[in-house]
């Protein structure tokens, strides 16, 4: 059964700075992962999908990387905004029917 | 505007009443999806359709149940409303596994 992990839980910078949001999952055959963003009392929008075949997506000041013999995923946001502030999730397709499961999210909060 | 909508936004009910979320998608996806995020903020999915049939049915309890009309809707009717309902439920729409979702209804059972 995959299981969507993600370290930190919260996390809390200066405005300037660069972000690093960290996700990990169990079953390395995944078909993509997905970067989402929740503002609070808000939906998800997507930020960054990536192919299983990709090992990296930009867009932006935001940078995904994917290492799937790890198990790892890794969201990059330079130079950081109170903007940003937000809850990032991260999620994987479970099967063919695309069940996503997802990680319990990082909180950040950019400090002016 | 391409998207994900649902109606209401907000529900606000008393215990033991019947209340129904609507979703439409105008992205032209064939699956869509109802996830709920309790309290703790973690998403689970519940159900999802594909071209108008039951795909996935996670273990809901039967007062539950979604309708899809047509591909492009997927309504949620929710019977005999419990405390333990109140959550954010979203709905999302997918082609190719690439996921579109809207921006929630919060359900607060009073």
């Known amino acids: 059964k995959q299981e969507v992990t993600q370290i930190p839980a919260a996390l809390s910078v200066p405005e300037g700075e660069n972000l690093v949001l960290n996700c990990s999952f169990t079953?390395?055959?995944?078909?993509?992962l997905q970067w989402f963003r929740q503002d609070p009392g808000k939906g998800l929008t997507s930020l960054l999908l990536?192919?299983?075949?990709?090992r990296e997506q930009t867009s932006g000041r935001l940078n995904a990387s994917l290492d799937k013999s790890s198990g790892r995923s890794t969201l990059y946001i330079a130079a950081s905004q109170p903007g940003d502030s937000a809850t990032y999730l991260c999620?994987?397709?479970?099967?063919?029917?695309?069940?996503?499961?997802f990680g319990a999210g990082t909180q950040v909060v950019v400090t002016p | 505007d391409t998207a994900v909508s649902q109606t209401p936004k907000y529900l606000v009910t008393q215990m033991g009443n019947d209340k129904s979320i609507k979703c439409e998608q105008n992205?032209?996806?064939?699956?869509m999806y109802w996830y709920k995020q309790d309290s703790k903020k973690f998403l689970k999915i519940m159900f999802s359709?594909?071209?108008?049939?039951?795909?996935i049915n996670e273990t809901v309890p039967n007062r539950f149940s979604p309708k899809s009309p047509d591909k492009a809707h997927l309504n949620l009717h929710i019977n005999s409303l419990e405390l333990g309902d109140s959550a954010v439920y979203f709905c999302?729409?997918?082609?190719?596994?690439?996921?579109?979702f809207g921006s929630g209804t919060r359900l607060t059972v009073v």
């Open positions: 359709y594909n071209n108008k049939e039951l795909i």
């Open positions: 079953d390395s055959a995944i078909y993509n």
């Open positions: 992205l032209g996806h064939d699956t």
């Open positions: 990536i192919q299983s075949s990709q």
């Open positions: 999302a729409s997918s082609l190719a596994r690439v996921y579109t």
């Open positions: 999620a994987v397709p479970t099967d063919s029917w695309g069940k996503l499961q």
